[in-house]
């Protein structure tokens, strides 16, 4: 039995044979296009694409390297360059209400040519505008007015001075306002005259003059009306002047954008904006500071100014934006702020676009971890593809109870296809967390990690590596490269029948294999640059494994690998760090004693053990029950440890080398330690699949090759994995030449048979076992422990 269960060196390793391959070298071959092995994933992504209705987006799932973002990237962009191209956005002045600017769509590239007309309008205002004001017409009319203004005036003074030269008065007038003083021969009097006059006739001047200042104030009482009237009337000739000066500035333009209807509303509010404060224009000189060309500029430029938000002009198609760096303000745009003499300023022109602005239209494609690292953004998200428009908001000032006073811009129409790239974690997270996901993200284009391995899927990778090489400046690749690249594949997906789908670690393989080419000054890419360049990553990354099997040689981790003992068997371990994972072998410990506490997990009781490993564990008690005592109580107290093991446990890959070590200790049937063993079982004994078996393998070969291969040493594998073999090339020649072994079993008994060296026996009619086998063995061990315990117990 012994012998069929040990595997051949073909059966370790599924070669690529290079005569298969109907190529000298990669340059004779076609450039791959499409995406390898993605058929599900294509078909997926144009539904996702073709799909038209809100909520359709797309959750772009896999694991890393596998092609999944160039994927997305390129399938859009193929489909958006046939789309319609979508319009433009600006942002303008709200003439009524600045708080809240206005939102304006255009046609694509008719956004920036608005934008122009309005300069050029700027341009023409503030040239005609002041010319206008300064004609000679307008300064007629408006000396006109102040001459109205100046002769009812002049009409009240001299009323009243010629009824003061009646009484010897005159009138003077001095900075705006108009006095009385006596009159003697033609001489104003000073005080020394006046007051050598009797006191008759001081009287009847200061009464006369009295009277004189009444009748001043009763002439000059609707002096502020007739004001106000020529206030009013320069006012209305300042504005029919600006209005004649701007109406054929404006003309033409209205009649260009009169198909846009927010257009065309807007530059009759512009216009009236502009009579209403021709002043700012003119320069109506200003107290505390001059007016200048560069201050009206200015002010023009700041209030009717075109702030462009989106411009699509240059846009083949529909956009296709991605985000590196989703934070809200790249997401939704932001309002910016200015520093004036130490207070923030903002306006409309300081409106800036995000992502969703320049996707929109498209298709944004954004990595969801990423997003779901910036606080607010996924619920904004969603609260943006739900109402099918863009806020720009500050949600900071929701949680922090500040408030400042700022813009609040008019909600832009939103129609976006988002598509998230992600792990499968992440979705299936988002799935349970957030009941909204499912109805947002109704598309799943999921990644296939492996691709059958068929000669039809070898001739297209190695196009795809013709390609690649390609893209990166490389050299062509020989057959017998293309071949050892065909055989890594297999391995990276721990199966012989199947391909890796990771295509950035191809590229990395195939970058680090032209660097080898290069120095050793060929012109292909052959099997041995391939080769050597896996070597060198091995060397770079394996410290810790280095480390590990160090510390196995010099005997600070006991570890045997010839000899019997019992109640000791070699397990094997697969340590991941970071993207390197290795093998090395761990012993497992067994001791058995009367008692009825079961099968101890150490590892557990301590909570090292994880609860796929603690689960292992208690399976062997349901495979004792069921195996040996079917017709007495299984009364054992056991203890089951891997030894100087001083972190996490977790699996149950070791459960089929513990329950061989259990029944070791309890029949006292030594097991070989030139053997190390990996699997899984249930609780009828059968050998399950377990994963990094190839590390596994490898892992206690290096041990054993280090102390030296005798020809006894071997690993024992579930028959489940068998297709997961891909070796390396020194294990298998060292099978092939008997110094190194692998079995396969299906079940615990054929394990037995190769750690003992005995047959395990097999069940008579009467549910008994064999004579002088193990499990005749274990069932009399068993019995005696139960009877033991009940003799104890009575």
């Given at each position: 039995?012994?012998?069929?269960?040990?595997?051949?060196?073909?059966?370790l390793?599924?070669?690529?044979?290079?005569?298969?391959?109907?190529?000298?070298t990669?340059?004779?071959?076609?450039?791959?296009?499409g995406?390898?092995g993605?058929?599900r994933?294509?078909?997926a992504?144009?539904f996702?694409?073709?799909m038209r209705?809100p909520?359709?987006?797309?959750?772009?799932m896999?694991?890393?390297?596998?092609?999944?973002?160039?994927?997305a990237?390129?399938?859009?962009?193929?489909?958006?360059?046939?789309?319609?191209?979508?319009?433009?956005?600006?942002?303008?002045?709200?003439l009524?209400?600045?708080?809240?600017?206005?939102?304006?769509?255009?046609?694509?590239?008719?956004?920036?040519?608005?934008?122009?007309?309005?300069?050029?309008?700027?341009?023409?205002?503030?040239?005609?505008m002041?010319?206008?004001?300064?004609?000679?017409?307008?300064?007629?009319?408006?000396?006109?007015?102040?001459?109205?203004?100046n002769?009812?005036?002049?009409?009240?003074?001299?009323?009243?001075?010629?009824?003061?030269?009646?009484?010897?008065?005159?009138?003077?007038?001095?900075?705006?306002?108009?006095?009385?003083?006596?009159?003697?021969?033609?001489?104003?009097?000073?005080?020394?005259?006046?007051?050598?006059?009797?006191?008759?006739?001081?009287?009847?001047?200061?009464?006369?003059?009295?009277?004189?200042?009444?009748?001043?104030?009763?002439?000059?009482?609707e002096?502020?009306?007739?004001?106000?009237?020529?206030?009013?009337?320069?006012?209305?000739?300042?504005?029919d002047?600006?209005?004649?000066?701007?109406?054929?500035?404006?003309?033409?333009?209205?009649?260009k954008y009169?198909?846009?209807?927010?257009?065309?509303?807007?530059?009759?509010?512009?216009e009236?904006?502009?009579?209403?404060?021709?002043g700012?224009?003119?320069?109506?000189e200003?107290?505390l500071?001059?007016?200048?060309d560069?201050?009206?500029?200015?002010?023009?430029?700041?209030?009717?100014?075109?702030?462009?938000?989106?411009?699509?002009?240059?846009?083949?198609?529909?956009?296709?934006?991605?985000?590196?760096?989703?934070?809200?303000?790249?997401?939704?745009?932001?309002?910016?702020?200015?520093?004036?003499?130490?207070?923030?300023?903002?306006?409309?022109?300081?409106?800036?676009?995000?992502?969703?602005?320049?996707?929109?239209?498209?298709?944004?494609?954004?990595?969801?971890?990423?997003?779901?690292?910036q606080?607010?953004?996924?619920?904004?998200?969603?609260?943006?593809?739900?109402?099918?428009?863009?806020?720009?908001?500050s949600?900071?000032?929701?949680?922090?109870?500040?408030?400042?006073?700022?813009l609040?811009?008019?909600?832009?129409?939103?129609?976006?296809?988002?598509?998230?790239?992600?792990?499968?974690?992440?979705?299936?997270?988002?799935?349970?967390?957030?009941h909204?996901?499912?109805?947002?993200?109704?598309?799943?284009?999921?990644?296939?990690?492996?691709?059958?391995?068929t000669?039809?899927?070898?001739r297209?990778?190695a196009r795809?590596?013709?390609?690649?090489?390609d893209?990166?400046?490389?050299?062509?690749?020989t057959r017998?490269?293309?071949?050892?690249?065909v055989e890594?594949?297999?391995?990276?997906?721990?199966?012989?029948?199947?391909?890796?789908?990771?295509i950035?670690?191809?590229?990395?393989?195939l970058?680090?294999?032209?660097?080898?080419?290069i120095?050793?000054?060929d012109?292909?890419?052959?099997?041995?640059?391939?080769?050597?360049?896996?070597?060198?990553?091995?060397?770079?990354?394996?410290?810790?494994?280095?480390?590990i099997?160090?510390?196995i040689?010099?005997?600070?981790?006991?570890?045997?690998?010839?000899?019997?003992a019992?109640?000791?068997?070699?397990?094997?371990?697969?340590?991941?760090?970071?993207?390197?994972?290795?093998?090395?072998?761990?012993r497992?410990?067994?001791?058995?004693?009367?008692?009825?506490r079961?099968?101890?997990?150490?590892?557990?009781?301590?909570?090292?053990?994880?609860p796929?490993?603690?689960?292992?564990?208690?399976?062997?008690?349901?495979?004792?029950?069921?195996?040996?005592?079917?017709?007495?109580?299984?009364?054992?107290?056991?203890?089951?440890?891997?030894?100087?093991?001083?972190?996490?446990?977790?699996?149950?890959s070791?459960?089929?080398?513990?329950?061989?070590?259990?029944?070791?200790a309890?029949?006292h049937?030594?097991?070989?330690?030139?053997?190390?063993?990996?699997?899984?079982?249930?609780?009828?004994?059968?050998?399950?699949?377990?994963?990094?078996?190839?590390?596994?393998?490898?892992?206690?070969?290096?041990?054993?090759?280090?102390?030296?291969?005798?020809?006894?040493?071997?690993?024992?594998?579930?028959?489940?994995?068998?297709?997961?073999?891909?070796?390396k090339?020194?294990?298998?020649?060292a099978?092939?030449?008997?110094k190194?072994?692998?079995?396969?079993v299906?079940?615990?008994?054929?394990?037995?048979?190769?750690?003992?060296?005995?047959?395990?026996?097999?069940?008579?009619?009467?549910?008994?076992?064999?004579?002088?086998?193990?499990?005749?063995?274990?069932v009399?061990?068993?019995?005696?422990?139960?009877?033991?315990?009940?003799?104890?117990?009575?």
């Amino acid at each position: 039995m012994v012998t069929e269960t040990r595997l051949s060196p073909e059966q370790l390793y599924c070669s690529c044979d290079p005569e298969l391959l109907p190529f000298k070298t990669t340059s004779t071959l076609e450039p791959f296009s499409g995406f390898f092995g993605q058929d599900r994933a294509i078909e997926a992504m144009d539904f996702g694409i073709g799909m038209r209705r809100p909520g359709y987006n797309l959750f772009v799932m896999g694991n890393p390297h596998t092609g999944r973002f160039s994927f997305a990237m390129e399938n859009l962009r193929a489909v958006a360059k046939k789309e319609k191209k979508p319009g433009d956005w600006i942002y303008l002045n709200n003439l009524s209400d600045n708080r809240h600017p206005l939102s304006i769509q255009f046609p694509a590239g008719k956004a920036l040519q608005f934008k122009r007309d309005i300069k050029h309008i700027i341009e023409r205002v503030l040239a005609e505008m002041p010319a206008a004001f300064e004609s000679p017409s307008y300064q007629r009319k408006k000396s006109k007015i102040e001459r109205e203004l100046n002769r009812y005036y002049d009409q009240a003074i001299e009323t009243v001075e010629k009824e003061a030269r009646e009484h010897s008065i005159a009138v003077y007038r001095d900075a705006g306002s108009v006095g009385f003083t006596p009159v003697a021969e033609g001489q104003a009097m000073d005080e020394a005259v006046f007051s050598q006059l009797s006191e008759e006739v001081r009287d009847a001047f200061t009464r006369a003059i009295a009277n004189l200042e009444d009748q001043l104030n009763d002439a000059l009482t609707e002096l502020p009306q007739w004001r106000r009237e020529a206030t009013e009337k320069l006012k209305n000739l300042d504005r029919d002047t600006a209005r004649q000066s701007v109406s054929p500035i404006f003309q033409p333009i209205k009649d260009k954008y009169a198909n846009i209807s927010a257009v065309a509303d807007y530059l009759t509010e512009m216009e009236t904006s502009l009579v209403k404060n021709c002043g700012e224009i003119v320069g109506e000189e200003k107290l505390l500071e001059p007016v200048t060309d560069a201050s009206r500029r200015q002010y023009m430029e700041g209030s009717y100014g075109v702030n462009l938000l989106v411009d699509n002009d240059k846009v083949k198609g529909a956009p296709v934006t991605y985000e590196a760096h989703p934070s809200y303000e790249n997401l939704f745009g932001r309002v910016e702020y200015t520093s004036e003499m130490g207070a923030l300023s903002t306006s409309y022109k300081l409106i800036r676009p995000g992502a969703l602005h320049r996707a929109n239209g498209g298709y944004l494609v954004m990595e969801a971890e990423k997003l779901l690292e910036q606080p607010f953004v996924y619920g904004a998200l969603k609260r943006a593809l739900k109402s099918h428009e863009i806020r720009i908001e500050s949600p900071a000032s929701e949680y922090t109870g500040i408030s400042t006073i700022t813009l609040t811009p008019e909600a832009i129409p939103l129609n976006v296809k988002v598509v998230l790239i992600g792990s499968r974690n992440i979705y299936y997270l988002l799935q349970e967390l957030d009941h909204d996901f499912e109805k947002m993200f109704r598309v799943v284009v999921d990644f296939d990690e492996d691709v059958d391995r068929t000669p039809q899927t070898i001739r297209s990778y190695a196009r795809l590596m013709k390609t690649l090489a390609d893209e990166e400046g490389l050299a062509p690749l020989t057959r017998r490269a293309v071949a050892r690249l065909v055989e890594h594949s297999s391995r990276q997906a721990e199966n012989q029948e199947q391909l890796s789908a990771h295509i950035g670690e191809l590229v990395d393989l195939l970058c680090e294999a032209d660097f080898k080419r290069i120095k050793e000054e060929d012109e292909l890419i052959n099997a041995d640059h391939v080769e050597m360049a896996l070597n060198a990553k091995e060397r770079r990354t394996s410290r810790m494994s280095e480390k590990i099997a160090e510390s196995i040689l010099n005997e600070t981790v006991l570890i045997d690998t010839d000899g019997d003992a019992v109640g000791k068997a070699n397990g094997l371990t697969v340590l991941q760090v970071g993207d390197v994972a290795f093998g090395t072998p761990a012993r497992i410990t067994a001791t058995v004693h009367p008692g009825n506490r079961g099968i101890v997990d150490i590892e557990r009781e301590v909570t090292l053990g994880q609860p796929i490993h603690s689960k292992g564990v208690m399976i062997l008690s349901g495979f004792l029950g069921h195996q040996y005592a079917q017709d007495f109580p299984l009364a054992i107290s056991a203890s089951i440890a891997l030894e100087q093991s001083y972190g996490f446990v977790d699996g149950d890959s070791a459960s089929l080398a513990e329950v061989c070590t259990l029944l070791s200790a309890l029949t006292h049937i030594p097991i070989s330690q030139n053997f190390a063993t990996t699997g899984s079982i249930n609780q009828y004994g059968e050998v399950q699949a377990i994963g990094g078996v190839n590390e596994k393998i490898e892992g206690f070969f290096n041990l054993c090759k280090a102390r030296g291969l005798n020809g006894q040493q071997g690993v024992i594998v579930p028959k489940a994995n068998v297709r997961n073999l891909m070796l390396k090339a020194e294990v298998v020649e060292a099978v092939k030449q008997g110094k190194f072994s692998v079995f396969a079993v299906a079940h615990v008994d054929e394990c037995l048979e190769i750690l003992m060296g005995r047959k395990a026996g097999r069940r008579k009619e009467d549910g008994t076992f064999t004579q002088r086998s193990i499990n005749a063995q274990v069932v009399k061990r068993l019995r005696e422990v139960s009877q033991a315990k009940a003799e104890n117990s009575a």
